[in-house]
């Protein structure tokens, strides 16, 4: 079993950066596809990024340019560098990974973490 927890969130004006960070405890001896995904409350969750286990990258198009996940592979932790946040940024950021899955169905990825906060304001 594996257990992922998020930190990094906060509270930011429009156009500043955060890090998102995740890390991962338990079983990670596996290979995993990981990811964000992040959730508004009242609507439907939606993929931000993953990395997949040969290191492939692939960003929702709302992201693209702006965030960049990495992956620390000797630990599994995984990282979400958040650049020029935009208020529709604002949202529940959720870590997770799957061994036979990945993007884009990142929210649908079998292990979770319990989320952080991110509020961008004008």
Do not use: H
Not at 22 to 50: D, H, L
Not at 96 to 112: L, T
Request: aromatic content about 12%; hydrophobic content about 30%.
């Amino acid at each position: 079993i594996m257990q992922l927890t998020e930190s990094g969130g906060g509270s930011v004006q429009a156009g500043g950066s955060l890090r998102l960070s995740c890390e991962a405890s338990g079983y990670t001896k596996s290979s995993y596809c990981m990811g964000w995904f992040r959730q508004v409350a009242g609507k439907e969750r939606e993929g931000v990024a993953s990395i997949d286990t040969d290191g492939s990258i692939t960003y929702a198009e709302s992201v693209k340019g702006r965030f960049i996940i990495t992956k620390d592979n000797a630990k599994n932790n995984l990282y979400l560098q958040m650049n020029d946040l935009k208020p529709e940024d604002t949202a529940m950021y959720y870590c997770a990974a799957d061994r036979n899955i990945c993007w884009p169905y990142v929210p649908d990825f079998y292990y979770q973490g319990q989320g952080t906060q991110v509020v961008v304001s004008d």
